[in-house]
């Protein structure tokens, strides 16, 4: 029997709806997703603490007690630290960072006086400085106070090139003054006695200033040779002495 009017329109109504049904789920805005997040930077790698061996031929020239620091500080661990200055490598047949402000023939007292160190701070902008100054002076038979009179202008231009500037001033490693100046022995510890104290006085809590006892120990026979310059055992004994005293000063970073 054929359906009744009435039932049919039913019968079409139903499509009809569902397909409105689904129509209005499609055209349903999707829900928000959640904001993107930005990643985090990245930590900033540190940078290399610059290290600067200042002095005259026996920092340089080629001063191969350097290298031998070098290595030691990074089989230490200190591996984020570079050795800067004007003057490059010179030999020692050991990979290292041979940059170094080692200037054979040069006095601390003219260096002071001329203000070369302010230029060679400019050039490489150091936050530590080995000192190993003075040898010429006591051969030049400068007095005691002007050798330190000059140290003290040093630390100085030090400063104002970096108020917290970390400094370790050695004393010196000793003269043979049958193979130098006949009063060059005797001058190296006097000059050396008044380090120490020297030192205290110009040591700030932002900017110490730390000595290296280059002295004690270190034999001219065994250790040098000419009675001045370090040989390889000489060597070997200024990179010891001066390993801990490094330590010390980069322990005290900011």
Not at 53 to 72: E, Y
Not at 110 to 123: F, I, M, S, T
Not at 124 to 137: A, K, S, Y
Request: proline share 8%; glycine share 8%; hydrophobic share 45%.
């Amino acid at each position: 029997m054929p359906a009744s009017p009435r039932h049919a329109l039913r019968s079409l109504a139903a499509p009809a709806a569902l397909c409105a049904a689904l129509t209005g789920v499609l055209a349903a805005p999707a829900p928000a997703s959640a904001a993107p997040t930005t990643p985090a930077p990245a930590p900033a790698a540190a940078e290399a603490t610059r290290i600067m061996p200042l002095g005259d031929s026996i920092t340089g020239s080629p001063g191969c007690w350097r290298a031998l620091l070098w290595n030691d500080l990074q089989e230490a661990g200190r591996t984020s630290i570079d050795f800067v200055g004007t003057q490059g490598p010179q030999g020692c047949g050991v990979d290292h960072d041979g940059d170094n402000e080692g200037h054979p023939g040069l006095l601390a007292t003219n260096v002071a006086r001329q203000g070369l160190l302010v230029g060679w701070l400019q050039a490489t902008d150091p936050d530590v400085v080995l000192m190993h100054f003075g040898t010429n002076d006591v051969w030049s038979s400068v007095p005691t106070a002007t050798i330190l009179d000059a140290y003290s202008t040093l630390v100085g231009q030090m400063r104002a090139a970096n108020p917290d500037m970390r400094i370790a001033v050695a004393q010196i490693i000793r003269m043979d003054s049958a193979r130098s100046c006949a009063t060059c022995a005797q001058s190296v510890a006097n000059l050396n006695a008044a380090i120490p104290a020297w030192a205290a006085e110009q040591s700030t809590d932002r900017s110490p200033v730390v000595v290296a006892d280059q002295w004690t120990g270190f034999d001219t026979d065994t250790d040098t040779y000419d009675g001045v310059h370090p040989n390889a055992a000489g060597d070997r004994k200024i990179a010891d002495t001066w390993l801990p005293v490094i330590d010390g000063l980069l322990d005290t970073a900011a």
